[in-house]
């Protein structure tokens, strides 16, 4: 299970020239002119935004080397190079960077220059994952996008430079699929422009429409139309496909990279390795549990305020929960990202160290055979000695099917214990 304290940190940055039609993250949106440099629109909001992460990350409770860093948002590209430097600087006090470290940057097209992605790599950066979502600029507008497939296709240029030239060990370029209209003609070009970049590694993720966006308010009023799930199933298939025969290899569901190019921070988060968040918004699992932070900033703000007390040395430091110090995520968890991933998971051995007894993990694997059994029997999910992992291709594209049945399953267990137990239900 997961080694404790966590060797990976993620940052959270909120700032975005605008809000995106589908999205729901922890957003600060700027404006089209923000750039991050002083005096610009934005720049104080930026500046005191960092000021709160730094006391976060220096009232950290200390921990080995970072193995990965990963500065995602928002638009990180709205940070200057000396930014970025000054919050790797600060997690250099905080823990250290292990020599080989994974220092992961998300840039959006059209928010950077070649000049400043120079100064990213400067600062440390070495990994780089670009917003691309689309070349074609109807889709980008339909999306909410700024950048147009121009933007995306210089800004791929110059990452794909800095890689051969080995001032980047990778980058990542982000697609959505399963936009409205799109056809397998279409996105058969739009993967063949992805793959012609020379982008290693590629992140391709169905749209989903989250609520609270403008897309669910116009899926509301009948005026989104989204692909069928057949559709959307045919397009999934065709990515697969496509990139398999340009020599990526399919890591996770929506993750695909040409050998030694995978994310090790991704790996982090699917393995129920803990790790560090910071920010407003950022979820972090230092001890097992997970922790979401307020997703404003004037909350975030308060939020530091009350539970940073006065630690070592004059630095505050939050309580560490000694009681799940060697714990790992919750069962469920690790049940739904390790499916997620090509090679599953070894079930057994999971429920062993969710403390299971020998009899009772006998007792779960044969309830969970036969909860499953539809899939099991249709070689959609695969029993293969202790590891239990969905069929690529065709497993993987019905994922949330096995995946419900799972949590279904883990919450009738929950309930269970707490009857047997005689304790109260958990708060809606
Ligand atoms: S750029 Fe990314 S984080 Fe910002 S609003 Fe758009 S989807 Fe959300």
Request: net charge neutral; charged share 20%.
């Amino acid at each position: 299970m997961a080694a404790f304290p966590p060797r990976s940190a993620y940052l959270h940055i909120p700032f975005c020239h605008r809000r995106c039609f589908y999205c729901d993250f922890a957003v600060v949106p700027l404006g089209d002119r923000a750039a991050g440099e002083a005096g610009a629109p934005g720049a104080a909001s930026i500046a005191a935004y960092l000021e709160l992460v730094e006391r976060e990350i220096a009232a950290s409770p200390a921990g080995p080397p970072l193995s990965t860093v990963y500065l995602g948002g928002g638009t990180p590209s709205l940070l200057t190079p000396a930014q970025v430097g000054r919050l790797l600087a600060a997690l250099r006090r905080r823990f250290g960077l292990a020599p080989a470290a994974e220092i992961s940057l998300e840039l959006d097209p059209a928010s950077f220059d070649e000049g400043r992605l120079a100064g990213y790599l400067a600062s440390g950066v070495n990994r780089v994952s670009l917003g691309g979502q689309s070349f074609d600029d109807a889709v980008l507008v339909a999306l909410g996008r700024r950048h147009r497939g121009a933007d995306l296709a210089e800004a791929a240029g110059w990452l794909e430079r800095a890689r051969r030239r080995g001032a980047l060990i990778s980058w990542s370029l982000d697609l959505i699929q399963a936009v409205p209209g799109q056809t397998l003609a279409g996105w058969r070009q739009q993967l063949r422009r992805a793959v012609a970049t020379g982008a290693p590694h590629l992140s391709v993720y169905d749209l989903t429409i989250e609520p609270g966006t403008a897309f669910a308010r116009r899926l509301e009023r009948g005026e989104l139309e989204l692909p069928e799930p057949e559709a959307a199933s045919d397009l999934m298939d065709l990515t697969r496909a496509e990139l398999t025969a340009a020599g990526f290899g399919r890591y996770e569901i929506s993750n695909y990279a040409f050998p030694g190019h995978a994310s090790r921070h991704n790996r982090v988060y699917w393995s129920g390795a803990g790790w560090w968040g910071f920010g407003m918004g950022a979820t972090a699992a230092p001890w097992g549990e997970r922790q979401a932070r307020p997703r404003t900033r004037a909350a975030y703000a308060a939020w530091l305020g009350d539970n940073l007390s006065e630690g070592r040395d004059g630095a505050s430091a939050p309580a560490t929960p000694a009681a799940h110090q060697t714990a790992g995520l919750p069962l469920d968890e690790l049940l739904l990202v390790g499916l997620r991933r090509r090679e599953g998971v070894r079930l057994p051995a999971l429920l062993t160290a969710a403390g299971f007894t020998p009899a009772e993990r006998q007792r779960a694997l044969a309830g969970l055979r036969r909860r499953l059994e539809p899939w099991l029997t249709e070689g959609l999910l695969l029993e293969e000695g202790s590891r239990w992992r969905l069929a690529d291709p065709a497993g993987l594209a019905l994922s949330n099917g096995v995946l419900r049945e799972l949590l279904d399953w883990w919450d009738e267990r929950a309930a269970a214990d707490r009857r047997s137990s005689g304790a109260a239900p958990p708060p809606p």
